[in-house]
């Protein structure tokens, strides 16, 4: 079992950065693939990013490729640094671990966080 928990989200004028880290409790992340995704008020959750275990296959849904950058910091730890935010980029952000790769989507992921909530006023 993986308990993750997100910290990091807050509020912050377009343009602006955050960085977002998942922490692990229970087990290390070692051998997971960890994703993050996002869901926006009346929005379903959608893909962000996701790292393969070592972190040498990563993925990016295109609307934040190029600002965004997932990064594995040690065995207990991902982080998701956010640059260049905007306005639609405003959600709940929530990391996830699975077992193996089985794709860019909410149901390939087993374990999840709490969320953690990004504000990007305009």
Same mark, same amino acid.
């Given at each position: %079992? !993986? %308990?993750l928990v997100e910290s990091g989200g807050g509020l912050v004028q377009a343009g602006g950065s955050l960085r977002l880290s998942c922490t &692990? +409790?229970?087990?290390?992340? #070692?051998?997971? !693939?960890? #994703?993050?995704?996002?869901q926006a008020p009346k929005k379903e959750r959608e893909f962000v990013a996701r790292s393969n275990w070592n972190g040498d296959t990563i993925n990016y849904a295109d609307s934040v490729k190029g600002r965004f950058t997932i990064s594995r910091d040690n +065995?207990? +730890?991902? &982080?998701l640094q956010m640059n260049n935010l905007k306005p639609e980029d405003t959600a709940v952000y929530y990391c996830a671990a699975s077992s193996y790769y089985r794709g860019n989507y909410p149901e390939a992921y087993e374990y999840w966080g709490q969320g953690t909530q990004v504000t990007v006023s305009s």
């Amino acid at each position: %079992q !993986v %308990q993750l928990v997100e910290s990091g989200g807050g509020l912050v004028q377009a343009g602006g950065s955050l960085r977002l880290s998942c922490t &692990a +409790s229970g087990r290390t992340l #070692g051998p997971y !693939v960890m #994703g993050w995704f996002r869901q926006a008020p009346k929005k379903e959750r959608e893909f962000v990013a996701r790292s393969n275990w070592n972190g040498d296959t990563i993925n990016y849904a295109d609307s934040v490729k190029g600002r965004f950058t997932i990064s594995r910091d040690n +065995s207990k +730890s991902v &982080a998701l640094q956010m640059n260049n935010l905007k306005p639609e980029d405003t959600a709940v952000y929530y990391c996830a671990a699975s077992s193996y790769y089985r794709g860019n989507y909410p149901e390939a992921y087993e374990y999840w966080g709490q969320g953690t909530q990004v504000t990007v006023s305009s």
